[in-house]
């Protein structure tokens, strides 16, 4: 018997307004429009609601699934985003019932949503908070209002984890790519 496809999970974790949601939107838009995979979306509540309406609204424009409850997807897809709220990385409580509901999911890569306009201290502070939930990599949001990217190099050092992504304004897909080196550093060193 062969075993069943099970999609790549992933969920996006980090403290309110980082962009978390606007992430997501941005990468499902990418894999659907651009590179022809199928998904689906879980947006869910944790210790307070999940109000991000423009999420549904893009999955409803791309044809993707959302449930509002942990499922399994009716058909097969490549890739299962989950939305959560943000949680305040003070909030010890929230974290913890943020860490059992990450735990309920199948297998989920973690994807630490971090907005690169905060200094370094408020970014480092925020990385040891969700550490616990051991963060595959983190996303960093806000581009567009940061000038000093060479600041996110102390992420890298600072945490020992790779930035995956990174991403600028509000527009879907807009600017969201695949970090690399060079894009770390300002851009009179990419001239």
Known sequence: MEEEHAPQTHAF???????????LCKWLTLAVLTEGRSASVQRLDSTVANTAEFLTVQCEMLGVPVERFCSSASAPVDLNFVDLPGVEAEDSRALAALQAQLASLPSPQIHLVLNAAYETEALLAQWHAFAPLHPADLIMTHLDE?????KLWNMVFGTNCI???????????????????GLLF????NQ
């Open 186 to 189: 300002p851009v009179e060193f």
């Open 146 to 150: 940061e000038l000093r990217r060479i």
């Open 13 to 23: 974790v980090g403290p309110a307004g980082s962009g978390k949601t606007t992430a």
């Open 163 to 181: 930035i995956r992504f990174l991403s600028a304004g509000q527009k879907i897909p807009g600017q969201f790519q695949s970090a690399a080196p």
